[in-house]
């Protein structure tokens, strides 16, 4: 037991952190207005933020940090599951704008399951930061259960037949290829007739309309296919095998719950509550808001540990399923006990919206109350996920 | 004992809820979050006809002469549209101060014409640096011998910008808490809306010397400070009322989603996780009702009811949270898209909650009243 790093991991964490300090604009802590856990606030706010976003996805690109969790042979450093943990804590701690999924998710997919064929298409243009692609997995009609999506991939000739919808597809309007499941065989099993097929943006007959959310920004679309031909060489892996993939691919999702942000949401509540008097006394000797910030603390300290728990047993060579739904679950619920604890503390200030408006901690405390509800839903509910802790972890019956 | 409403009572429920939602159904909070004035004259005209303006008001000044419970009732109703606009203020603070402090002048000029719709009132208490309750006003209001002199600035003012008076909270002259009505358009009043989470109309408002007429001084200078704790009270009960509304809607919603909605070939109201939410749903809805019509019952009784609100208060305001919370949860993604109305729901019930008293805040009042030290 060694609840420490490795020096090897401590020195990875340095000279991560301090190119992450030097790449962000100073001010980047007082504009990033993501929510730990939420899906939804990932919009920056001017145009000067997403300038900078930019400028900072290329500074890592330039220096390295893009693929550093890539394999050796495709430019990246076959960092440990441990580092690769160590990489998303620091980032999302500093809520770097660094999460692509197409870097983190499906890179990494195709690396694994890939043709050559896809690996020459996708991989280098992945890795430069120049392919973004958007998961296409939700439908209307499909979103707990996955397995009965109804889009259909026909092949004709040397090319696929899309037909069908996509909803909830986040960021689908910032990127430029779908990552979309399509049925292949009408008539196969469930989980043995779905494929994966990696869909041009802007193919004839492909229909982004934009969702606004709760919040207001515009994070999710829903997508239409109508009689899409896409080269069968987008085909990722063999046909019908899409179900096994996307198994892999949730592999690589599994550490990316923003832990950091976490941390993070936590210190900046805490230094709310340090700055703040209430009645002529200390806020932070309310008995109450103590109680409520050593609980989140506490919190937070468990998700940690689920966290780096799931880290260890990837590096073990394990699959972790029922504890990396038990770290989506802690950290989701979280994310809502957080912005709960947060509109508590500011109590009528918590109304307030607009920072120039007088709105403490930026704003974030309501954006954060409305974003922590695509938490507990989004990449499978938390029903979902206690579903599969008691069922594959458990072993208690379904029925 | 008996729990249910009156033929009456069930009357007026009834049909006020026929009303909104005809006239104010949910997506109308959406329309009227970018309206300036942020509701429609034309219903409020409406309303007025049906005597809702007038609902508490005595029959000697054009009103219905109904008690609590019939305003009560009419909350509840609004609560299940999300109802925003300047009812609450006008009539659950406004009139209702009036008809306790004011002068029998008072009352004869400004009863029948808040009855008729004419009037439009909002309440100013809460300030920057201030918390729930009547400490720490810097708002001052001082005596130059002719008339009075108000300084200060107040947060939280529901619809100020349209109001035809501010009833304005302040210290002094001297040592007490005084109330005023303000006119908006006096020399030195500034109005702004502020964003705010529920889309109301919140307004910030600044008072620069403006002077007040000694007639529009409410009750007594310098010794308000019972009478708008009472009126506080009041306030939060009411806000307890329209929250049942909000979270009744919210709770049958999802019921008929849960039973409408298929994902593995079945009603997602067949699988336990989401019955035991929609059980959990019943105890807080049915239990925030029954708390708040004892504590509504016992104002319209003249009874003592300060505890029964402050617990009525801290029930509601936790499970309209868990409610609206749990309402999302059942309705998945598509509850978290701005064109569906479910979030006006969850943002009304949490509005609700920091009204006039928060959770902890009642909490609090109601262990003081359990004699522990
Ligand atoms: C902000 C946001 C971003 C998203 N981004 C993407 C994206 O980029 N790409 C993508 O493909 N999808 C995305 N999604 C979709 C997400 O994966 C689905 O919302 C999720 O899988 C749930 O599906 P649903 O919303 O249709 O809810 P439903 O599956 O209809 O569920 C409704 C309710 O029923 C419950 N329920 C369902 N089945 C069971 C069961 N067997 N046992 C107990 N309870 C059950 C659920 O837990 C939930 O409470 C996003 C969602 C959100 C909110
Ligand atoms: C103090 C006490 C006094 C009692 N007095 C009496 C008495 O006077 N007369 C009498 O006849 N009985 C009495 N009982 C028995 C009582 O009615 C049973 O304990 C009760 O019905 C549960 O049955 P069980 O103990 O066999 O548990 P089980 O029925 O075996 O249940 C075990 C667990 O499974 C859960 N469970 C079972 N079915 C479901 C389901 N469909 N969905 C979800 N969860 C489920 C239960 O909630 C429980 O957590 C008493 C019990 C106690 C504890």
Known sequence: MEFQFTEKELAFRAELEEFIKSALPPDWQERARSWPGGYGAMEYDSEQDR????????????????????????????????????????????????????????????????????????????????????????????????????????????????????????????????????????????????????VDNNTPGVAIRPLINIIGVHSFNEVFFDNVRVPARNLIGQENMGFYYLMTALDFERLIVNIGAFKHGLEMLCGYVKRTERGGKPLGADPHVRRKLAEIAARVEIAYLFYWRTATLLDQGKIPSVESSALKLVTTELSRML???????????????????????????????????????????????????ATRGLGLPSK | MDLDLTKEQGFIKSSAREFLKKECPVST????????????????????????????????????????????????????????????????????????????????????????????????????????GLDGIQTTLTDTGQDLVLNGAKLFVENAHISDYILCVAQGPGEGLSVVMVDPRSPGVQCSPLNTFAYEKQCSATFHNVHIPRANIL????????????????????????????????????????????????????????????????????????????????????????????????????????????????????????????????????????????????????????GLV
């Open chain 1, 51 to 198: 300038k900078d976003a930019e400028s900072f996805k290329q500074k890592m690109v330039d220096e390295g940090w893009f693929t550093v969790s890539w394999p050796k042979e495709y430019g990246g450093r076959g960092l440990s599951n441990m580092e690769q943990a160590i990489y998303f804590e620091r980032t999302s701690y500093y809520r770097a704008p660094s999460l692509n999924i197409a870097t983190a998710i499906m890179g990494p997919t195709i690396l694994q399951i890939g043709t050559e064929e896809n690996k020459e298409d996708w991989v280098p243009g992945i890795a430069k930061g120049e392919i973004e692609m958007w998961l296409g997995y939700s439908e209307p009609d499909a979103g707990s259960d996955l397995a009965s999506i109804r889009t259909t991939a026909v092949r004709e000739g040397d090319e696929y037949v899309l037909n069908g919808q996509k909803i909830w597809s986040s960021l689908a309007h910032a990127s430029n290829y779908g990552w979309v499941i399509a049925r292949t065989d009408p008539d196969g099993h469930r989980h043995r007739s779905v494929s994966i097929i990696v």
């Open chain 1, 339 to 389: 912005a709960n604890a947060s509109m508590e503390i500011l109590g009528p200030y918590s109304m307030l919206m607009d920072p120039a408006q007088g709105a403490p901690m930026n704003g974030m405390a309501p954006r954060g109350y409305l974003d922590c509800i695509s938490a507990t839903i989004g990449a499978g509910t938390s029903e979902i996920q206690r579903n599969i802790i």
């Open chain 2, 29 to 132: 909070v959406r329309e009227m979050r970018d309206d300036p004035e942020g509701f429609s004259r034309n219903v409020w005209k409406k309303m007025a006809v049906l005597g809702w303006q007038g609902i508490m008001i005595p029959e000697e000044y054009d009103g219905m002469g109904g008690d609590f419970l019939d305003l009560a009732l009419i909350l509840e109703a609004m609560g299940e549209v999300c109802c925003n606009g300047p009812f609450f203020s006008t009539v659950a603070l406004g009139a209702a101060a009036i008809i306790q402090w004011g002068t029998e002048e008072q009352k004869k000029e400004l009863l029948p014409q808040i009855s008729k719709g004419n009037l439009i009132l909002s309440l100013a208490v809460a300030e920057t640096h201030q918390w729930y």
């Open chain 2, 219 to 370: 009750g007594t200078l310098g010794a308000m400070r019972e009478g708008l704790e009472g009126l506080q009270e009041f306030a939060a009960l009411a806000k307890c009322l329209e929250t049942v509304g909000v979270i009744q809607a919210a709770f049958e919603q999802s019921v008929e989603y849960a039973k409408s909605r298929k994902q593995f070939g079945r009603a997602i109201g067949s699988f336990q996780a989401i019955q035991h939410h929609c059980a959990n749903m019943v105890v807080d809805v049915d239990g925030a009702r029954l708390i708040s019509y004892q504590a509504a019952w016992r104002v319209a009784q003249g009874l003592p009811a300060s505890v029964e609100i402050s617990m009525a208060k801290a029930w509601t305001g936790e499970a309209a949270k868990r409610v609206t919370a749990l309402s999302h949860q059942i309705h998945g993604a598509i509850s978290f898209c701005d064109e569906f109305d479910l979030h006006f729901y969850y943002r009304k019930a949490k509005a609700c909650e920091t009204a006039f008293g928060d959770v902890q805040y009642h909490l609090d009042k109601t262990a003081d009243r359990l």
